[in-house]
């Protein structure tokens, strides 16, 4: 069975600045990895999708992710957020042998971005 | 192309009583999966339909159950309901197969009173 933890439940940071978002996963099989967000009263969006070969992902709206498979991490950054991108960001695993596409996801970050 | 489509928005229901959630995936997607979206309880996986079959399924009571059409689009029924059902239900669709993310409707708020 698989895990991830996200290990900040909240993130607070000033606009144009730069944020990162840690993910850490556990998993007795090798696994994809996705990171999604969900603005407000929405459903979650996918911002990117890390499935084989170069281990820095970019994706949507300027954000990128980087696999490290020794430490099991797939932490997301920004280098400049805007006030929009306030949500909540989550990171989710599914096996890369299993059947379907299920998804296990960590607790969630929330952004704050302050003026 | 249209995103995935649940319905209704907001669903209001007192204890004892039955819901009945609906999905609608995108056009060529035949995977439906359920989640629950409770209050600090983060992101639960409920349910996995393919071609009209259940594939696999969460860690939930068997009063939560469903089905997928021939259209594919599926239903989830919760019945006996409990205060502690009140969350988001959020479906997403995928094609089928490995390596294909998750398509993601923007839920049904489910409140038991």
């Known amino acids: 069975a698989q895990s991830v933890t996200q290990l900040d439940s909240q993130v607070p940071v000033f606009e144009e600045a730069p944020v990162e978002l840690r993910c850490n996963y556990s998993s007795s099989v090798s696994v994809y990895l996705f990171w999604y967000v969900q603005y407000p009263n929405q459903g979650l969006q996918l911002l990117l999708k890390?499935?084989?070969?170069?281990?820095l992902v970019k994706g949507i709206n300027g954000f990128e992710a980087e696999f490290n498979k020794s430490q099991t991490s797939f932490h997301l950054r920004k280098p400049s957020v805007h006030i929009s991108d306030t949500a909540e960001y989550f990171c989710?695993?599914?096996?890369?042998?299993?059947?379907?596409?299920?998804?296990?996801f960590g607790g969630g970050t929330r952004v704050l971005v302050k003026p | 192309e249209a995103g995935v489509t649940q319905s209704p928005t907001h669903l209001i229901k007192t204890r004892g009583q039955q819901a009945t959630l609906r999905c609608s995936p995108i056009?060529?997607?035949?995977?439906v999966y359920w989640y629950q979206q409770a209050l600090g309880l983060g992101l639960q996986f409920l349910l996995w339909y393919d071609e009209g079959e259940e594939r696999n399924r969460g860690n939930f009571p068997p009063r939560f159950s469903g089905r997928q059409f021939p259209n594919y689009s599926s239903e989830l029924n919760v019945n006996a309901l409990e205060l502690e059902d009140s969350a988001l239900y959020l479906c997403?669709?995928?094609?089928?197969?490995?390596?294909?993310?998750?398509?993601f409707g923007n839920g049904t708020r489910l409140t038991v009173t």
């Open positions: 989710a695993v599914s096996e890369s042998k299993a059947a379907g596409n299920k998804l296990t």
């Open positions: 890390y499935l084989s070969g170069s281990t």
């Open positions: 056009s060529g997607h035949t995977s």
């Open positions: 997403a669709s995928s094609v089928t197969g490995g390596a294909r993310p998750l398509h």
